[in-house]
């Protein structure tokens, strides 16, 4: 805690990128230069064989046409380059961006849980990497919440069994008293039968 931050371990900042570019459109162009060498000196034979002669309209036209696909060619690779180029610069800056956070995370982190305890406070999100919210505070574990969900679900259960057992008891009840109905009409009946039989009208 007592030394500085130090950020000679992350990656140097990013320079001069001059010769990567130079780099890439040599190796870009070294094919289309050996290629408009042996165009040159095809056209050249061709142009000769034909009646033209160097230093003619005709001939110089010929030329400028090979000499202009050279240029597009050269032209192309500088673009390719440039580009090359500003995806090498992004690179290096995120690794260095990278870099530096997490030394400062190395060195946040203990402030925050020093503050944290000597204040009550949550401890704060140190990172600023994308997909971190810098400064986030945790909050507690909803445990209260948690025990009120608990005790309904308790509740809810035993409702749901004295539901149960109630409309049971009332099933037995109905079903009993049907049972005694029916063996009272029963007797009922039988008794009528038997007075008509032994007594006579």
Not at 170 to 175: A, K, M, R, S
Request: net charge neutral.
């Amino acid at each position: 805690m007592g030394k500085p931050v130090d950020f000679g371990s992350a990656p140097a900042a990013p320079g001069d990128y001059s010769t990567l570019r130079n780099q890439t459109i040599d190796t870009m162009m070294a094919r289309p230069k050996e290629d408009y060498a042996r165009a040159v000196s095809q056209k050249q034979a061709d142009l000769v064989a034909a009646g033209i002669r160097p230093g003619s309209r005709a001939y110089d036209d010929q030329m400028h046409l090979l000499q202009r696909g050279l240029n597009d060619a050269n032209t192309q690779a500088a673009v390719n380059a440039g580009a090359l180029t500003g995806q090498a610069y992004s690179m290096d800056q995120d690794r260095r961006r990278q870099a530096i956070t997490e030394e400062l995370a190395k060195r946040q982190i203990p402030l925050n849980e020093i503050t944290a305890l000597m204040s009550g406070s949550q401890v704060s999100n140190p990172f600023s990497t994308p997909g971190f919210n810098a400064g986030a505070q945790v909050g507690a574990a909803p445990v209260f919440a948690a025990q009120q969900l608990t005790s309904q679900w308790d509740r809810d259960n035993a409702n749901a069994a004295a539901a149960q057992a109630s409309g049971l008891q009332t099933g037995l009840f109905q079903l009993g008293a049907a049972g005694i109905g029916a063996i009272g009409a029963g007797m009922s009946g039988g008794k009528g039968g038997t007075t008509n039989n032994f007594y006579p009208r």
